[in-house]
């Protein structure tokens, strides 16, 4: 890949997030690695992806709606709402505009990976359940996740969705369209088989 090395990325990431967001960048992008190899991606985009993703996740108000109005993005009501959502969008927008990475699966696996969506590309899977599954992750569930993950990134998906979702509601949060959107496609496509197998096995 040309333009700026995976190295000048991880020392920009050192300035820009806490270590912990930094540490955690390091390992989504492992993570990213390993399950491209398992399912045949990039590897080398998927690992660059997983650095990239959080990229403003430290990131002030103002330099998020900096990047919105440069991208020329007006939030929904639910996106104003839920602050949580800002890091993915203008993560993928700095990514583009900032840091001139010309490259739309990076872009799109950035932009999606906390609400995911229906129609998810390879990448993008694999940005949203490195994510999950990244080396310091110790959730009650990760090890089921863990294992579900290197047998199919949809039913993975669906599990996180079936805490994640309840959970936003729980805590009077919105959903976005998004997820929903990716919840039902899942359900659809009887991704919920194998996770009835996994519950009763
Ligand atoms: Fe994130
Ligand atoms: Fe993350």
Redesign the pocket.
Known sequence: MRGISDEKIKELLRSRLKESRYIHSLNVAESAAELAEIYGADKEKCFRAGLL??IT?NAPDEEHLELFRLAGITLSPDEMHNKKLW??MS?AEYIKHILKIDDEDIYSAVRY??TGRAGMSLIEKIIYIA?FVSAERDYSDVNVMRALCVQSLESAMLYALRYTIPDLIRKGQTVHKDSLELYNELILKGKDETYDTQRNS
Do not use: E, I, P
Request: aromatic residues 0%; charged residues 35%.
């Open positions: 993703h959080d996740k890091h993915a993560g990976h906390t994510d």
